[in-house]
């Protein structure tokens, strides 16, 4: 496998072992050759969800969508999503552009004419001859996997088996079926920084205190646990304040509580590369990343409720400050991470990367390890936490 683009001893302080490492070096938040090995290794080369499946089968049987840097056609026959290169076999002609959906019987080829069985099976070659065997021109199938509702695609065919992908997560998230939540609402944010940083902000509360007043009035910042369990992804829990049902301005849910869920805590998962999954007693809440630039990401946040919700307001409410809290942020550390690049020849680096090197709260504030690597990918990018320290009262609103 080639390696990331970056120069090994730039890495060697970010590949410490955890407790000692630190930031991965700057070039990794603004270079654009990282960026395009990231898209073809981390993104089309691992398991990415690419969407609701519900979601993707409306509007047609056929949908193409691009993982990293490749594309991928979604059919769904019968609502069975399957997932193929989105590449005719003929003279290699895309078979739908990125983005569009269709619905018609075949996949149809718009070059020559081509046509394929929504199971990849080629059904018609006009003109051809009758020597011309289409049974050797099907289209490439590619692994893919509804996992609680979300359709998780391997574009590049070469990532292990979903289940160890995934490893012990699905113990955490099994108790609030998502498969049977109804998607209520969807914000599509575009953020001015790099994915992994808005990723290795997700999994740090250490700036809780300080940016989001409002997170701290409904859970202590330094509360729960975290997890270190088999599987590429990472996470832990933060407790609920004693008034507080759910993450809401004022604690209380106007929702519908899940059954057989602990109603005390909020789960926080990052399941590699880039979906953020958060899971409350009463919904649950994604964010899907996907890198526009080294500089730009688009995330698409998604809450998830009982059907007989009629108003997820509130939760949407005080997750969407809590987002523009999060981005602000974000973006001032993309702007540090270009000062810093401009400014390495004199010495400049990023910092701490995990607070197990300064003490913390009895180890209980929710902290980041650096996620598992893929049997496929050796990871030189391991995003690593920032530094900690006593975390201070959370102010309260
Ligand atoms: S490239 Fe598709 S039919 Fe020719
Ligand atoms: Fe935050």
Redo the contacts with the bound molecule.
């Keep these: 496998m080639v390696s990331a683009p970056i120069d090994p001893p730039a890495l060697e302080s970010a590949l410490r072992p955890f407790g000692e490492s630190t930031m991965l070096p700057a070039s990794a938040y603004v270079d654009e050759h990282v960026l395009d090995w990231e898209r073809r290794h981390l993104f089309a080369g691992s398991w990415v969800p690419v969407g609701r499946t519900a979601a993707l089968a409306e509007g047609g049987n056929q949908r193409a969508v691009t993982v990293g840097d490749v594309g991928v056609l979604l059919t769904f026959d019968g609502g069975h999503p399957r997932a193929f290169a989105n590449v005719c076999r003929h003279r290699g002609h895309e078979l739908l552009p990125a983005g569009e959906a269709a619905d018609r019987p075949a996949v149809l080829c718009p070059y020559h004419g081509w046509s394929y069985g929504l199971d990849g099976r080629m059904r018609t070659a006009p003109r051809m001859g009758e020597t011309f065997d289409g049974r050797a021109y099907g289209l490439v199938e590619l692994p893919a996997v509804d996992w609680h509702g979300w359709l998780f695609v391997n574009a590049t065919g070469t990532a292990r088996p979903f289940a160890a992908h995934v490893g012990a997560l699905g113990a955490h998230v099994s108790p609030y079926r998502p498969e049977s939540l109804v998607s209520k609402a969807r914000h599509e944010y575009e953020v001015a920084a790099n994915w992994k940083i808005v990723a290795e902000?997700y999994h740090e509360c250490y700036?809780?205190p300080l940016?989001?007043p409002e997170l701290c009035a409904v859970s202590p910042p330094n509360s729960g646990s975290n997890w270190r369990e088999p599987g590429a992804w990472v996470g832990g829990s933060m407790d609920l304040r004693d008034h507080a049902s759910t993450m809401s301005l004022d604690g209380r849910s106007y929702g519908v509580a899940l059954d057989g869920v602990d109603p005390r805590l909020v789960r926080y998962f990052g399941l590699f590369p880039n979906m953020l999954i958060s899971l409350h007693p009463d919904y649950v809440m994604t964010h899907l990343l996907e890198p526009l630039s080294p500089h730009r990401t688009r995330i698409t946040c998604e809450w998830l409720f009982r059907d007989e919700v009629t108003d997820p307001s509130y939760a949407v409410e005080f997750w969407d400050l809590?987002n523009r809290?999060?981005w602000r942020a974000c973006e001032s550390v993309q702007r540090g991470a270009r000062t810093v690049g401009a400014q390495r020849e004199r010495g400049l680096r990023l910092g701490h990367a995990d607070r197990t090197r300064l003490p913390r709260p009895g180890g209980r504030a929710l902290l980041r390890r650096p996620p598992p690597s893929t049997s496929d990918v050796r990871l030189t990018h391991r995003p690593g936490t920032r530094a900690g320290r006593r975390d201070p009262e959370p102010t309260r609103r």
């Design positions: 902000n700036h809780c940016i989001h809590t809290q999060d």
